[in-house]
């Protein structure tokens, strides 16, 4: 084959390789159409942003990230290493501080999210409205490319990662890739519906810091 037009091919597959890798960060019009309500359904949401929300996170050291505030056990022992634990407030759409909640993470084994191209996990979400009640949620996620796209750069690079990453990062465990409103107390104890996890990372520092809004998105039936 010509020199001239090895290059020419070896250009255009480098291209079509940027392209696909540069599919792991997608802008908020390019999420899933699950991650919209259909007719007849209520859209709940709960919002926060991990710099001014977060109260907590620990782990077993396998997802890439920091955890806070100093001094924080970690999840060290066997059983447990491969779980995550993020405590935090939640808002309403202004801003205004109305709940909390906490996330809890089981990744599989030999899997990480820090170094595997799309890793998928269990999570739970319990939330609490104080005077209206709480909500059960279940879902599966996926890490869509975040460790290779952004925590080892920033490894590699040891500079933050700076961008504009939106992602659903629900994608079950219903066959329409969301996930399931389990149930709820006080207000809420007759909620049944779905919901999707829909996050937007602006920042990840080099000691694993995220600078990410979440939020959860349910849809009521």
């Given at each position: 084959?010509?020199?001239?037009?090895?290059?020419?091919?070896?250009?255009?597959?480098?291209?079509?390789?940027?392209?696909?890798?540069?599919?792991?960060?997608?802008?908020?019009?390019?999420?899933?159409?699950?991650?919209?309500?259909?007719?007849?359904?209520?859209?709940?949401?709960?919002?926060?942003?991990?710099?001014?929300?977060?109260?907590?996170?620990?782990?077993?050291?396998?997802?890439?990230?920091?955890?806070?505030?100093?001094?924080?056990?970690?999840?060290?022992?066997?059983?447990?290493?491969?779980?995550?634990?993020?405590?935090?407030?939640?808002?309403?759409?202004?801003?205004n501080v109305?709940?909390?909640?906490?996330?809890?993470?089981?990744?599989?084994?030999?899997?990480?999210?820090?170094?595997?191209?799309?890793?998928?996990?269990?999570?739970?979400?319990?939330?609490?409205?104080?005077?209206?009640?709480?909500?059960?949620?279940?879902?599966?996620?996926?890490?869509g490319g975040?460790?290779?796209?952004?925590?080892?750069?920033?490894?590699?690079?040891?500079?933050?990662?700076?961008?504009?990453?939106?992602?659903?990062?629900?994608?079950?465990?219903?066959?329409?890739?969301?996930?399931?409103?389990?149930?709820?107390?006080?207000?809420?104890?007759?909620?049944?519906?779905?919901?999707?996890?829909?996050?937007?990372?602006?920042?990840?520092?080099?000691?694993?810091?995220?600078?990410?809004?979440?939020?959860?998105?349910?849809?009521?039936?």
């Amino acid at each position: 084959m010509p020199r001239t037009r090895s290059l020419r091919l070896a250009a255009a597959l480098a291209t079509v390789v940027l392209a696909l890798t540069a599919r792991a960060q997608t802008t908020i019009e390019e999420l899933p159409a699950y991650s919209q309500p259909l007719p007849g359904e209520t859209v709940l949401s709960f919002h926060a942003s991990m710099a001014k929300h977060g109260i907590s996170i620990t782990h077993g050291g396998t997802v890439g990230l920091g955890t806070f505030p100093p001094g924080i056990p970690p999840l060290s022992e066997p059983a447990i290493k491969n779980g995550l634990i993020a405590d935090l407030k939640f808002a309403d759409a202004d801003g205004n501080v109305i709940g909390f909640g906490s996330e809890l993470e089981v990744f599989p084994e030999g899997q990480s999210p820090a170094v595997d191209e799309d890793v998928r996990w269990q999570t739970g979400w319990a939330v609490v409205i104080p005077g209206r009640g709480m909500i059960f949620l279940d879902q599966i996620e996926h890490s869509g490319g975040l460790g290779p796209q952004v925590i080892q750069k920033t490894k590699e690079t040891g500079t933050d990662w700076v961008g504009d990453w939106w992602i659903t990062t629900t994608v079950g465990p219903l066959e329409n890739g969301r996930g399931r409103i389990i149930g709820g107390t006080g207000e809420f104890v007759a909620i049944r519906g779905e919901f999707v996890e829909i996050d937007h990372l602006t920042r990840f520092t080099v000691d694993g810091r995220m600078e990410i809004d979440v939020e959860l998105r349910l849809f009521v039936k």
